[in-house]
Nanobody, 127 residues
Framework: QVQLVESGGGLVQAGGSLRLSCAAS????????MAWFRQAPGKERQFVAA????????GYADSVKGRFTISRDNAKNTVYLQMNTLKPEDTAVYYC????????????????????WGQGTQVTCSS
């Protein structure tokens, strides 16, 4: 079992930056592909970014490519989402998710692939 706790959300002006953190419990963190999803009010949950167990392979939604960077520190059981050049349309609750990886280079961009979820952290970007 993995428990995930997100932090780092807040209010930022357009063009600003935030770094989200997701701390995971359990000793098998290195066996999980990790991802960030987000959900805006009245909208479906949306894939943002994911990375493999080693962090060598990453994937991003087109809407955040070039602005967001996902990374992980397996020694600290933590995954990060660095968000730069934020836009009002990035406003959402951001969720961290973990999926048992089939292969060491695997990551997934669908929410059904992820078994464990955090409680979410609010990111609000004002224009």
């Amino acid at each position: 079992q993995v428990q995930l706790v997100e932090s780092g959300g807040g209010l930022v002006q357009a063009g600003g930056s935030l770094r989200l953190s997701c701390a995971a419990s359990g000793r098998a963190f290195i066996m999980y592909a990790m991802a960030w999803f987000r959900q805006a009010p009245g909208k479906e949950r949306q894939f943002v970014a994911a990375l493999s167990t080693s962090g060598d392979n990453t994937g991003y939604a087109d809407s955040v490519k070039g602005r967001f960077t996902i990374s992980r520190d397996n020694a600290k059981n933590t995954v990060y989402l660095q968000m730069n050049t934020l836009k009002p349309e990035d406003t959402a609750v951001y969720y961290c998710a973990a999926a048992p990886a089939i292969y060491s280079g695997s990551y997934y961009d669908t929410d059904v692939s992820y078994r464990y979820w955090g409680q979410g952290t609010q990111v609000t970007c004002s224009s």
